[in-house]
């Protein structure tokens, strides 16, 4: 907790026939990070991969497209495929396969083009409809000139009849615009020209077809009807396809999978004519089984050595970082990874937002309401969600929501409703003199705060404040403790420790100014912040003092912390008065409205509430908290094996 | 509208008044400084929303730059609650 986990830097070496051995242990043990060799100013040379290389990737690529082609999505198979059984059968289903769905693609290209034909042809010969003429009468003139297409007005009539009355002009509307076909001796070619360029002539042109239009266009409906048919059938054809190989595909993609990181991977070995050298990361607890594992497997015919780090290496971001956190704190590694790895000398601070995170957005909803609906919405996502960050996302909401709940109690509200007191909703549902109604009408520790109550306001307020300098000292803490090891005790403490003596001078002067200490105090306070703000100086140069005014922003940037939660409860506290004082005392169909009027209000306060304290809760992580000891930009830890999820080993 | 002049007014009148007052200034506080931070936001999030289409592992880069600007809402509403409740 609170570091990475810790790992040593190893090599493996051995003689080349060991090789895919080698390989193959080290990919079940699945906990070693196999680092690239670096080529440059070697002697050695990178490692070529295995044979089955090509053949796996070329049919992964294959199975690959028919998944595409099928629509596959990950899911989590009903029972494990065995691997032998499944390499078995593999490449005559894959032929199989391949020879179905290249049929099915073929067949849908060719519907597919035959629809698109059709459609275009329609749209050709529908401006025709409408004239007596069969399509082949358009063509094949000798001394005729035709000119069939769209114009702007029908005006241009009289435009040709000056220039003879020798021609044959149909006419008619469609779609908003004048449709013309007109006959016209080639003579006159050229004054035609002129014409319809001056009505803004735009040319269709005539399908090679022959008969009635209107006929052709009624017979191509029906034809498309009947592609359309045949699309269909094809799509359940796939569908049924798809169910059939689903588990094939996926479990073969792993297999596939495998086979081809295990040839690959000697891409990142260094090589000479007869061995090889692998250069790896092994976290300190797994050490010793792969030690124990390789020296049985091969009986000490590899050598496998632990190298000692040097401190730059230390230093530098080139350790790849494991998380060392308990279980529950691991969903929150998710919001850790949003923003940056740790790097290997820092504090991983999973642990700490594991609570804070939580806490502020419980303060900011605190409403046992919203809390019971999120921790449904929460458990809901676990429970389907078998991994990922959906899964982690789901579990956060859990945890946030539980935070929530106990605020609610805490401010003793259901749904913006009070639970207790003088306006206590059971009291005014169950009738005052139940014995529900009295003992909540008269049970009044509860709420500590009231955040419906004016009165209480500036308190909430004042207490996010202090909730904030605790979490700001808290970063300049750890902030100390970063910068003590990477830079030096001296460094650490005028850098950080001088941020915690400033505020120590400020609060003096502020507890002095109130009463509550002589006046003397003010002077003392005031000399304490300045002797913070010289280590200020001393440790950042003179730019510390554009910094000052952030010490101010920051803390009354926690004041969120009370204006979220106030929106919220003052978003259902208007449903709940809209509803109780304005429709349901009207009785009759103004009850239906109010109850739609709740469950809508309600629900779109639900999805703010996740929203918005979800946000600002991490932006408090992420600026306020971060930025006072984080650097991150750690590399993942990323072991050589798989995980397998479809196919099994026996 | 009811017209005050404040030779006549009661006392209640001029209270009520300098309520009505503060209740404008602790409005204008919000609402101004709302805007303020809306306009100082929206061209850091759409330049976020730039990079992250680049790079998605900036997303929180981009949150952090984004959010910064809203500093000036929670002082106006500081403000405002101060003007209201104190």
């Known amino acids: 907790m609170l570091k990475a986990k810790k790992v040593s830097k190893a090599m493996i070496v051995g003689n080349k026939s060991l090789l895919d051995g080698v390989v193959d242990v080290l990919y079940q043990l699945n906990c070693v990070h196999i680092e690239d060799f670096d080529k440059e100013d070697s002697f050695l040379s990178i490692g070529r991969p295995g044979k089955a290389a090509t053949e796996a990737s070329n049919k992964l690529v294959k199975l690959r497209s028919f998944s595409n082609f099928l629509g596959l999505k990950p899911h989590y198979p009903d029972t494990l495929a065995n691997q032998d059984s499944l390499l078995h059968e593999m490449d005559d289903t894959l032929d199989e396969l391949d020879s179905t769905i290249s049929r099915l693609t073929d067949k849908r290209n060719y519907l597919d083009n035959e629809l698109k034909t059709i459609e275009s042809k329609v749209v050709e010969l529908e401006p025709f409809s409408q004239f007596p003429l069969d399509v082949e009468m358009y063509k094949g003139y000798n001394s005729i000139s035709v000119h069939t297409g769209f114009v702007r007005s029908n005006e241009m009539e009289t435009d040709i009849r000056n220039i003879t009355t020798d021609y044959e002009l149909f006419i008619s509307s469609y779609n908003k615009m004048q449709v013309i076909a007109l006959f016209i001796s080639k003579e006159y070619e050229e004054q035609i020209a002129e014409v319809l360029d001056k009505n803004a002539f735009l040319e269709i042109h005539i399908p090679e077809l022959t008969g009635n239009p209107q006929q052709l266009i009624s017979g191509m409906i029906n034809r498309k009807h009947d592609v359309e048919i045949e699309l269909a059938s094809l799509e359940s054809e796939i569908d049924t396809l798809q169910k059939k190989y689903k588990d094939f595909i996926l479990a073969s993609d792993e297999v596939l999978s495998i086979t081809t990181q295990k040839a690959e991977a000697p891409l990142k070995f260094a090589t000479s004519d007869n061995s090889f050298i692998i250069d790896c990361w092994i976290s300190d607890d797994q050490f010793g089984k792969v030690v124990s594992t390789i020296e049985n497997e091969f009986n000490g015919r590899i050598f496998i050595t632990k190298l000692d780090l040097e401190e730059e290496e230390i230093e530098s971001e080139s350790i790849p970082i494991e998380y060392n956190n308990p279980k529950p704190v691991k969903p929150l590694e998710t919001i850790m990874d949003l923003y940056s790895r740790p790097t290997y000398k820092e504090i991983d601070p999973s642990a700490i937002i594991f609570i804070t995170f939580p806490l502020f957005y419980g303060i900011m909803l605190g409403d046992i309401g919203y809390g019971l609906v999120l921790l449904t919405l929460g458990m809901v996502g676990i429970a389907k969600l078998k991994e990922g960050e959906l899964r982690s996302l789901s579990t956060l909401l859990a945890y946030c929501s539980i935070s929530t709940i106990i605020f609610g109690i805490l401010y003793a509200e259901i749904f913006g409703f009070h639970i207790f007191g003088h306006h206590s909703i059971v009291a005014s549902l169950m009738g005052e003199h139940s014995a529900l109604g009295v003992a909540f009408h008269h049970f009044d520790l509860l709420p500590i705060l009231d955040r419906l109550h004016p009165n209480d306001i500036p308190i909430l307020l004042i207490a996010s404040a202090l909730i904030g300098v605790v979490h700001l000292n808290l970063g300049f803490l750890l902030g100390f403790r970063n910068m003590a090891i990477s830079h030096g005790m001296k460094e650490a403490v005028l850098e950080k420790i001088s941020w915690i003596v400033l505020q120590l001078g400020i609060a003096i002067v502020i507890v002095a100014c109130m009463g509550y200490i002589p006046p003397a105090g003010q002077i003392i306070g005031a000399a304490v912040a300045v002797l913070g703000l010289v280590m200020l100086i001393a440790g950042e140069g003179m730019g510390a003092i554009l910094e000052l005014p952030s010490i101010l922003s920051n803390t009354l940037s926690y004041t969120r912390l009370a204006a979220v939660g106030l929106s919220s409860v003052g978003i259902a506290f208007a449903v709940n008065e809209i509803v109780t004082t304005m429709l349901f005392p009207e009785g009759g169909i103004f009850i239906i409205i109010g109850i739609l009027v709740l469950i809508i209000g309600h629900t779109v306060n639900t999805v703010l509430g996740v929203v918005a304290p979800g946000l600002h809760a991490l932006r408090l992580q992420y600026v306020e908290f971060f930025t006072k000891f984080y650097e991150g930009g750690g590399r993942k830890f990323n072991p050589f094996g798989y995980i397998r999820k479809y196919t099994e080993v026996k | ?86």
């Open chain 2, 1 to 86: 509208m009811v017209d005050i002049s404040i030779a006549d007014a009661t006392v209640e009148q001029i209270i009520a008044n300098q309520k009505g007052l503060v209740a404008i200034g602790a409005g204008l506080a919000v609402g101004l400084s709302g805007i303020a931070s809306g306009i100082a936001e929206k061209d850091i999030g759409a330049a976020a929303v730039g990079a992250m289409a680049e790079r998605e592992e900036l997303f929180a880069k981009g949150l952090i730059l984004t959010v910064i600007p809203e500093t000036i809402v929670i002082f106006g509403l500081v403000i405002a609650i101060l003007l209201i409740f104190l």
